[in-house]
């Protein structure tokens, strides 16, 4: 894979930003504020009201733009917000969008629940496979949304490919990004029109907000993306744009360790006894390997694996973690473990969640910042706790 780029450090601290014009503060001042005073009517110095923009979320903006290459990005209250936004602003009634069938749970139940039923429909396929992206397209499609790596399998999508089938049909593609963000993936740099990011994750780092942002190089497009979010008010606060401000200078250096770690944790799994499978685009084991090293300049902080025993040992170690937290979100610098089945894609039917492969005991690894000999401790202990557990079990049942 591609090394990672010493200047994304010094972007991420400095780029897009300048000092406030009244105490040069070395942060960027919070701008806590609902509305802006008119210096006379139809005059202001730039701003008015702080759903339609704001000092503090243009600077978040400024800064996630120069990581992704573009103009000033566009960032929102979560990040289904960003993705809910984005689809408002290029689909109507009539439209038919394309997406990964691995993608986050959300994003499926947006179509599903909510654009269904304006009448706007989606097709849901393996995007890891180019050819079913191009047998998706109707004349009716106007996007292709994709995911890569998919959550929670961590499968990939050749975005080159996709982008290739996207431009000579006419069509936006769009990279749900999240995972990886533009320090270790460049959706735009492959071809892609549109990147969507949940900066909640990695790019806040801390769990402190809820945040998502779209960058793209198309000003029409970004115009239309602003017109859309000030009228359904889903602009990001100051307050959150702040915070987040904060947590993306140390982006590149939390994403190195990220890495290292998952890395070391994902060799651990593997080998393991307990373990049934690793999805992890580090191994040689992980089928698509090679596609990661092409666009991806590291295989990310993300593991998902599965136990031999079943759905119910597996339950029974996420119960039994001490150090790891027990929770849905990742990139941050807990170690978060989570169950998919149950919390991120407990909406989908399970015959159709297990097609996708996302098994009943598929457990998701977001490596933190500890170290990891402390994080495979911990989770050492959790499957003896929970093969212990079983083993109580089976000789409760002999004895009745």
């Known amino acids: 894979m591609s090394t990672y780029d010493p200047q994304d450090s010094t972007v991420a601290i400095h780029g897009g930003r300048s000092l406030d014009c009244h105490a040069s503060s070395i942060l960027f001042p919070l701008y806590q504020t609902s509305t802006f005073v008119h210096d006379a009517v139809g005059v202001d110095k730039g701003f008015s009201y702080s759903r339609v923009s704001n000092p503090t979320v243009d600077a978040l903006e400024k800064v996630i733009g120069t990581l992704e290459g573009t ?71 106007r996007i292709l949304f994709i995911e890569t790596p998919g959550n929670p399998t961590l499968k990939l999508t050749d975005i080159e490919a996709v ?59 970004l115009e239309r993306i602003r017109l859309v979010r000030k009228t359904i008010g889903t602009t990001q606060a100051p307050f959150e744009a702040w915070l987040t401000l904060q947590g993306i200078k140390t982006l590149p250096a939390r994403l190195r360790l990220h890495c290292e770690g998952a890395a070391v944790i994902a060799r651990w799994l593997e080998n393991h006894p307990d373990v049934e499978r690793v999805y992890y ?81 598929l457990i998701r690894l977001s490596v933190g910042l500890e170290a990891p000999e402390d994080i495979i401790a911990d989770l050492e202990q959790a499957f003896a706790a929970a093969a212990s557990s079983n083993a109580s079990e089976e000789v409760t049942h002999e004895i009745r």
Not at 335 to 361: F, M, N, Q
Request: proline share 5%; aromatic share 4%; hydrophobic share 40%.
């Open 71 to 141: 103009p000033p990005a566009v960032c929102f209250r979560t990040g289904m917000a960003a993705i809910t936004t984005l689809l408002l602003s290029v689909l109507k009634s009539g439209d038919h969008a394309v997406l990964s069938d691995v993608v986050y749970g959300g994003t499926m139940r947006l179509f599903r629940e909510v654009l269904d039923d304006l009448g706007i429909t989606a097709s849901f396929v393996d995007t890891s496979d180019a050819t079913n992206v191009e047998a998706a397209i109707t004349p009716a499609t």
């Open 163 to 221: 982008a290739r089938i996207a431009k000579r049909h006419s069509i936006l593609l769009a990279v749900d990004n999240t995972f990886l963000t533009p320090i270790l993936q460049k959706p735009l740099e492959l071809g892609a029109d549109i990147s969507v990011l949940s900066t909640t994750k990695y790019i806040d780092g801390h769990n402190a907000t809820v945040g998502g942002s779209i960058a793209t190089h198309d000003d029409k497009l």
């Open 281 to 361: 685009p580090g191994l040689d084991s992980f089928p698509q390997k090679a596609l990661a090293e092409k666009q991806q300049r590291a295989p990310g902080g993300i593991i998902a694996f599965e136990l031999k025993a079943g759905v119910e040992t597996a339950v029974r170690a996420l119960n039994s973690v001490k150090l790891c937290s027990r929770a849905e979100s990742l990139g941050g610098l807990e170690t978060l473990i989570t169950h998919p089945p149950s919390t991120t894609h407990a909406d989908l039917d399970p015959k159709l969640r297990r097609g996708l492969g996302i098994s009943d005991g």
